[in-house]
């Protein structure tokens, strides 16, 4: 069994679900109250991705624009990015592009670094108009070279497999980087 440490960091604006991601995969089940976090928040998790055993070193950044400057510091050294955004709010996608560059920029770990783009709150979509397509997640990502899954924190559906994409992207990476 391989072993593997990876920093990662769940970025994206305000609100858009990133602790509540965060807690899901965690165990931790959903909260329906929202606490904005305030700076950074850390957690510790190891699991197993097929034959690989992970020790997951969790960056939940805080989105509100008046953190924005102290991100620098825990962006160093992180081995990929969840990039969130939230389905029923566009404006949350519409910031994606400099959340990832400027992960990408202050990691310094990959030339490229490992992102899964995350629509999340998938769940509102019956109650909520004009949610963002799951067609305009998918060119987006495109765009940025990433992986694309839409979650739901409040059900659960799909926020492992975003987890896994992560991890096979940076697997794939540190072999690559190690030949």
């Known amino acids: 069994m391989t072993k593997f440490i ?7 604006d305000g609100a858009v679900g990133k602790t509540s ?5 965690m165990g931790e ?5 929202f606490l904005a976090t305030m700076g950074a928040d850390f ?3 190891e699991n197993q991705i097929d034959e690989h055993e992970i020790k997951w070193q969790i960056w939940d950044l805080a989105g509100q624009p008046a953190f924005r400057n102290v991100m620098k510091a825990y962006f160093k050294g992180s081995m990929g990015a ?6 029923s709010q566009p404006k949350t996608l519409e910031g994606i592009d400099s959340w990832i560059q400027e992960a990408q920029f202050h990691a310094e770990t990959f030339p490229e670094l490992p992102v899964v783009l995350v629509g999340n709150k998938i769940d509102l979509r019956e109650e909520i108009p004009n949610c963002v397509k799951t067609i305009s997640g998918f060119i987006k990502a495109k765009s940025l070279n990433a992986e694309f899954i839409e979650t739901s924190a409040k ?22 980087e190690d030949e």
Do not use: C, M
């Open 43 to 45: 957690t510790y998790l």
């Open 21 to 25: 991601i965060r807690r899901r995969y």
């Open 155 to 176: 059900t659960g559906e799909n926020i492992p497999d975003a987890f896994t994409r992560l991890a096979h992207q940076i697997i794939s990476k540190t072999n690559l």
């Open 6 to 12: 990876f920093k990662i960091v769940l970025i994206g």
């Open 29 to 33: 089940g959903f909260q329906t109250d």
């Open 82 to 87: 969840l990039a969130v955004y939230d389905v």
